[in-house]
């Protein structure tokens, strides 16, 4: 349901939420419980494609996102390509290929980068590349190869996008609003991120039930949640909408380059405010084997 130029990277970060949603049960999947003999660590689970959160993350992008992203593409294949295309003809069949089995990929490539890095106890760099995947997808819908990407977007077909010119902002945002691309995208839209939210935020309840993990939440519930998500998209927004000024300003250079330089100061040194608010939702920020001296000091708490 997201325009061809896109859906890989949207594919990418909702296998990257995924993973960091459920961070602290991959970390109690893949901890090992003590030492076989001969020194061999002995692993809570089986095979690593046993992994429930993986199958899960498959199926959502197998039976929701690449169906309803096909749906849209037959349905208006110039929204879809973002006007690229303007019609079945202009559609190359590897595309096609590309939106059925990219997504999937992607979502799991997203997934297993996301969960290594938790495995490792760099949680906050999967959150990272959660950001940084819907970074992409919200900088290519609102600025786009061209400058032009929120007005292809918002064009249901190449008239309408020519036509921008000699109408107001919302007279177009309004008629894309009336348009029965948007009436598919409000149905499927409401189907596939009703059911990712319902995942993401169910799998960081479910996290916290863990043994030492919900003492990491220093706020409310509901307050984490919406952390957690203006985090990983109010974020990415925000940022894509910065840059896309900055480059109409500076050009691509400058304003990318100034842009880079905020992104750094904002995201990667040790006190930021994207730190602390990380912090405060309870994921986890250290190694998985530390999972052991939580459950231990758990216990002996409780006792």
Not at 30 to 50: D, I, V
Not at 73 to 81: E, G, K, V
Request: glycine share 12%; proline share 5%.
């Amino acid at each position: 349901m997201i325009p061809l130029q896109a859906v890989l990277f949207w594919a990418f970060g909702t296998g990257a939420t995924f993973a960091v949603s459920a961070a602290r049960q991959l970390q109690h999947w893949r901890r090992f419980t003590g030492t076989a003999p001969g020194g061999l660590l002995k692993w809570r689970a089986g095979s690593r494609a046993a992994n429930p959160y993986l199958c899960l993350t498959a199926l959502f992008a197998g039976v929701l996102m690449a169906p309803t992203g096909l749906f849209l593409l037959w349905q208006n294949p110039s929204w879809a390509t973002m006007h690229a295309a303007d019609a079945h003809d202009g559609v190359w069949a590897g595309f096609v290929l590309l939106y059925a089995g990219g997504v999937v990929v992607g979502a799991l490539i997203g997934f297993l980068l996301a969960q290594a890095l938790c495995l490792m106890g760099m949680a906050y760099w999967a959150f990272l590349l959660a950001v940084g995947a819907h970074f992409l997808l919200f900088g290519t819908l609102v600025h786009g190869w061209d400058g032009s990407g929120y007005r292809r977007f918002l064009s249901t077909g190449r008239p309408e996008l020519a036509g921008w010119p000699r109408d107001s902002v919302i007279n177009n945002a309004l008629e894309f609003l009336t348009s029965g691309t948007f009436l598919a995208l409000l149905v499927l839209g409401a189907a596939v991120l009703g059911t990712l939210l319902l995942a993401e935020v169910g799998w960081l309840v479910e996290g916290w039930a863990l043994p030492g993990a919900d003492a990491a939440r220093r706020v409310p519930r509901m307050l984490a949640v919406t952390v957690a998500a203006a985090g990983v998209y109010g974020l990415p927004l925000l940022g894509a909408v910065l840059a896309s000024v900055l480059v109409r300003a500076l050009g691509w250079g400058p304003g990318l380059g100034l842009f880079a330089v905020g992104a750094w100061l904002a995201l990667l040194p040790r006190r930021t405010p994207v730190r602390w608010l990380y912090g405060l939702v309870g994921l986890p920020d250290r190694h998985w084997r530390t999972l052991e001296d939580e459950e231990r000091h758990a216990v002996g708490t409780a006792a």
